[in-house]
T-cell receptor, first 112, second 116 residues
Framework: DAKTTQPPSMDCAEGRAANLPCNHS???????VYWYRQIHSQGPQYIIH???NNETNEMASLIITEDRKSSTLILPHATLRDTAVYYC?????????????FGQGTTLQVKP | GAVVSQHPSWVICKSGTSVKIECRSL??????MFWYRQFPKQSLMLMAT?????????EQGVEKDKFLINHASLTLSTLTVTSAHPEDSSFYIC????????????FGEGSRLTVL
């Protein structure tokens, strides 16, 4: 699975959009971009995933560049409850084993 | 999304004892489950892949005799930390994969183990 690079931390004002970047320059054509988040002392929570096209669900939007070498997770109106570690993971779907390998992620701090 | 439940959510034990952690998929059958370990301020580290009806596959550096995994049914996998020591204190998290070609992964709430 391709390696991803994320900034270690970011701040965001409550009510503003949070834009979390992820670089995955070695992504292969059949690899998807997944985003999970982990709130302190809880298991990871699935947010969204995509292959080529931009995706949106009730939680977030995922913007993938045309060359697929980077992506951005957008939380349109961040709340204090969105404070968490956000993980960008690239993997084949469903993959030979389906396992997810986590990097260090981005710690997002939403401030009042 | 699908629900994965772990039990217990936290456990404290004495050094040298064994501790069993259960991972259940509540509303779907999971032929494959995964066990992770997470130390404070670190990311999740994959320990092993648990396959129903067969032996688990362990990641490099994980002692299979130390961390016993049993996946006896399509909804239950257990992780037993044998002869636990303080360095085994950690947050253990399981995930389960829904079936089919597009099966997604869902995570349990985690189990915090403290070994005294």
């Amino acid at each position: 699975d391709a390696k991803t690079t994320q900034p270690p931390s970011m701040d965001c004002a409550e009510g503003r959009a949070a834009n979390l970047p992820c670089n995955h320059s070695t992504i292969s054509g059949n690899e998807y971009v997944y985003w999970y988040r982990q709130i302190h002392s809880q298991g990871p929570q699935y947010i969204i995933h995509g292959l080529k096209n931009n995706e949106t669900n009730e939680m977030a939007s995922l913007i993938i560049t045309e060359d697929r070498k980077s992506s951005t997770l957008i939380l349109p109106h961040a709340t204090l409850r969105d404070t968490a570690v956000y993980y960008c993971i690239v993997r084949v779907r469903p993959g030979n084993t389906g396992k997810l390998i986590f990097g260090q992620g981005t710690t997002l701090q939403v401030k009042p | 999304g699908a629900v994965v439940s772990q039990h217990p959510s936290w456990v404290i034990c004495k050094s040298g004892t064994s501790v069993k952690i259960e991972c259940r998929s509540l509303d779907f059958q999971a032929t494959t489950m995964f066990w992770y370990r997470q130390f404070p301020k670190q990311s999740l580290m994959l320990m092993a892949t648990s396959n129903e009806g067969s032996k688990a596959t362990y990641e490099q550096g994980v002692e299979k005799d130390k961390f016993l995994i049993n996946h006896a049914s399509l909804t239950l996998s257990t992780l037993t930390v044998t002869s636990a020591h303080p360095e085994d204190s950690s947050f253990y998290i399981c995930s389960a994969r829904t079936g089919g070609r597009t099966g997604e992964l869902f995570f349990g709430e985690g189990s915090r183990l403290t070994v005294l």
